[in-house]
């Protein structure tokens, strides 16, 4: 099938994808819609809930694996939108839409791209593609639950929001709770153990902290307090305050590492939520990574995570539309970025799946 028709059937099922509401976990419809895209083409697949899994055609168990991952859930839209999030339509050149850019754009590209390889002979990987459910939620039914039964994934790429360059690290995160503890007391009587009160320095404290390790791609780790919980009585000083601690991980640290540092140093109680997102990174020297460097795409390190981090394999994150665009009222991502990351897609893979 010619590439400009490939491309034009990609942009009509991005438009279904977003007339259909699709939030973390009620993403039935749009797993049907994707199924039914690939069925046109004539090509099997699997379901596992709402995952959609194929392989290629001349799928070979000898051979390494590349996935191609994007996913097809949403968050829900905010109170800003002005247009309706769930109408497909174009302005300007703009498919505006929920989802159109956070990461439809980068799934029906990818979509694409498997349809043009799928029947290809000899090549030096397989191809395998998983449009995936709970990303934005981290859910149990996303990616991270299906690799136990996924063929041995050796490299992937990530379809996100990238203006297409090469997302060649992404930082991991860890959530804590912590709890600055105090002594109760009704307001009026003296109090020296002010739970209030000794949370300013806990919380200058965090502002303060630096990690040592530095990532040439990724930077600093970045910790950030972003709630903050306590009293219910204007009469009471309370007996503990609530803090949640935001750490976005660079790849120089394991999770674990960052969770025993904190517990040790800081001047509070830690817990943390889940240690499993993981930062995650790819060899700049990688061969997927140098045939988009020799078509004059940068390399970068991102901050915002997506399913890189349910992954232990090398990967890549790649995608058209802008990250600043996601979980923004009127969410859009232009056509020319679909059309521009499938022929990017295909042109990586065919130097890099070309023995």
Wanted: proline share 5%; hydrophobic share 40%.
């Amino acid at each position: 099938m010619e590439q400009k028709v490939l491309t034009e059937k990609a942009i009509e099922l991005l438009k279904e994808l977003i007339s259909i509401q699709s939030f973390s976990s009620e993403e039935d419809k749009t797993a049907d819609a994707i199924g039914n895209w690939l069925k046109s083409f004539g090509i099997p697949f699997q379901r596992k809930i709402n995952n959609i899994i194929a392989v290629n055609e001349n799928f070979d168990e000898n051979k390494p694996t590349l996935l191609l991952n994007s996913h097809h859930d949403t968050v829900k839209p905010n109170s800003a939108y002005t247009k309706d999030p769930f109408h497909p339509h174009i302005e300007d050149g703009k498919l505006y839409g929920l989802g159109s850019n956070d990461a439809g754009g980068a799934l029906v590209s990818l979509l694409a791209t498997f349809v043009h390889f799928y029947k290809a002979e000899n090549l030096s990987h397989n191809i395998m593609m998983v449009a995936s459910m709970e990303e934005e939620s981290a859910g149990p039914n996303s990616l991270r639950s299906l690799l136990p039964e996924l063929p041995r994934v050796d490299v992937a790429i990530v379809g996100e929001p990238t203006l297409l360059d090469f997302a060649i690290a992404e930082k991991g995160l860890v959530v804590f709770d912590a709890v600055v503890k105090g002594t109760p007391s009704h307001a009026a009587h003296p109090n020296a153990d002010n739970s209030i009160y000794k949370t300013i320095e806990v919380l200058q404290w965090f502002k303060n902290y630096k990690f040592e390790r530095v990532s040439q791609t990724l930077g600093e780790v970045k910790l950030t307090v972003t709630q903050i919980n306590a009293g219910s009585q204007h009469n009471v000083v309370p007996a503990q305050v609530d803090l949640v601690i935001d750490v976005r991980v660079n790849d120089k640290y394991t999770n674990k590492e960052i969770a025993d540092i904190l517990k040790k140093e800081a001047p509070c109680e830690l817990k943390e939520r889940s240690l499993n997102l993981n930062s995650s990174a790819i060899s700049k020297d990688h061969p997927l990574v140098q045939a988009g460097i020799a078509m004059g795409r940068k390399t970068y390190g991102s901050p915002t995570l997506s399913d890189q981090a349910a992954l232990t394999c090398q990967s890549l994150k790649l995608g058209p539309g802008d990250s600043t665009r996601s979980h923004s009222a009127d969410e859009y991502i232009y056509v020319r970025e679909i059309e521009e990351g499938i022929e990017l897609y295909i042109k990586i893979l065919v130097k890099f799946l070309t023995p």
